[in-house]
């Protein structure tokens, strides 16, 4: 994370290397070696490791949040559907997303950590885990 933020790709990738050594088969290190690579707009770095880990067999499991409301547990899985109320949840979310941006919100496409195309996409972190629960 902190490479990530401080833009040290160097040393990023550096300890990447060492934990691959120590555990080659587990997502996290080559996670974060991706995101350190597309937040640096290294997107060739980024491709290689992405192929690196289908190489290797190592997948990342989606991102989930969870809360708990009158005594009950919710779990909200990223890119998947998880609870019978996820289409209305997405519905306002994208009202509220909307709302927001036409009161003047930017949001920081700097968190965007994937290849951004060139036509204009919906900023997918409105729909990250986190947002939804």
């Not at 040393?11 to 974060?32: N, S």
């Not at 997107?43 to 989930?64: I, L």
Request: glycine letters at 8%; one cysteine or more; proline letters at 6%.
């Amino acid at each position: 994370g902190a490479c990530r933020i401080y833009g040290d790709v160097e040393r990023g990738a550096h300890a990447a290397e060492h934990i691959f050594e120590l555990d080659p088969k587990h997502a996290a290190p080559y996670v974060l070696l991706s995101n350190i690579y597309a937040a640096a707009g290294k997107w060739d770095n980024v491709a290689k490791v992405r192929k690196e880990m289908k190489d290797r067999g190592v997948r990342k499991p989606p991102g989930h949040s969870c809360i708990e409301i009158n005594d009950r547990f919710y779990e909200f899985v990223a890119g998947g559907a998880s609870c019978p109320q996820e289409e209305e949840i997405h519905a306002v979310l994208g009202r509220l997303s909307r709302k927001m941006e036409e009161a003047g919100y930017v949001p920081n496409s700097k968190a965007l950590l994937h290849k951004p195309q060139e036509e204009k996409r919906e900023f997918t972190p409105y729909y990250h885990s986190e947002k939804l629960a």
